[in-house]
């Protein structure tokens, strides 16, 4: 499997187009936890003008700079819906600019790695506020398979994503079930 480096630069670039029609209402806006997921915002919204909002379409990423206090995470999601969300102006919005080379799922699959999470810890600067700020970002080199093996992974992982949740509702659902089976049983046994 051949690799090709290139400076991640090369392959996002900035998205900035604002909420300057207010088209968006506060139902649009989102968050982003260390969980790398668009949440519902915990900011209070009352008075707050959605206008600089900055619109994160389908297919887009998000993330805050700001490191510190983040338990060693960046802050960063990928708007994996067909709904555009709409975040402060605060936070960063990129898209791939270069989908002919990379899959933003690929792409977000290397933002949820412990290593990446490291990588933008360590490379954060600043005294009481540190950031990971968008050169930074730039300048992550990243190994780049083949398209078509870049959506192989991402297939296999989706699989196992899925997978994962299947086995968690099983579990959930033996843990209701056991207690029955076993009462059931102990009744049968006094019979």
């Given at each position: 499997?051949a690799?090709?480096k ?9 998205e ?13 806006v989102k968050?982003?936890s ?8 915990k900011a209070?919204?009352q ?6 909002y900055?619109?994160?379409k ?11 206090r983040?338990g060693?995470k960046?802050?960063?999601a990928?708007?994996?819906t067909?709904?555009?969300?709409i ?7 990129f898209s ?6 990379l899959?933003?799922d ?6 949820n ?6 990588y933008a810890?360590?490379?954060s600067?600043?005294?009481?506020r ?6 930074e ?11 078509k093996i870049?959506?192989?992974?991402v ?7 899925k997978?994962?949740s299947?086995?968690?509702?099983l579990?959930a659902q033996?843990k209701d079930?056991?207690p029955?089976l ?10």
């Amino acid at each position: 499997m051949a690799l090709t480096k290139y400076k991640l630069g090369q392959l996002i670039q900035l998205e900035d187009e604002r909420n300057s029609d207010n088209k968006y209402t506060l139902d649009d806006v989102k968050g982003i936890s260390i969980q790398k997921i668009f949440i519902e915002t915990k900011a209070d919204m009352q008075d707050v003008s959605l206008t600089p909002y900055i619109l994160v379409k389908p297919d887009f990423f998000a993330y805050v700079t700001v490191t510190s206090r983040n338990g060693g995470k960046i802050t960063l999601a990928h708007n994996d819906t067909n709904d555009t969300y709409i975040v402060s102006s605060s936070y960063v919005v990129f898209s791939v600019k270069r989908t002919d080379l990379l899959l933003s799922d690929y792409l977000f699959m290397y933002f949820n790695r412990a290593e990446f999470d490291r990588y933008a810890r360590f490379n954060s600067w600043g005294s009481a506020r540190e950031t990971f700020d968008w050169n930074e970002m730039c300048n992550i080199q990243i190994p780049i398979p083949d398209i078509k093996i870049q959506q192989a992974i991402v297939d296999v992982y989706n699989v196992y994503i899925k997978r994962k949740s299947i086995n968690e509702q099983l579990k959930a659902q033996i843990k209701d079930i056991c207690p029955i089976l076993i009462r059931g049983s102990l009744e049968e046994g006094k019979a």
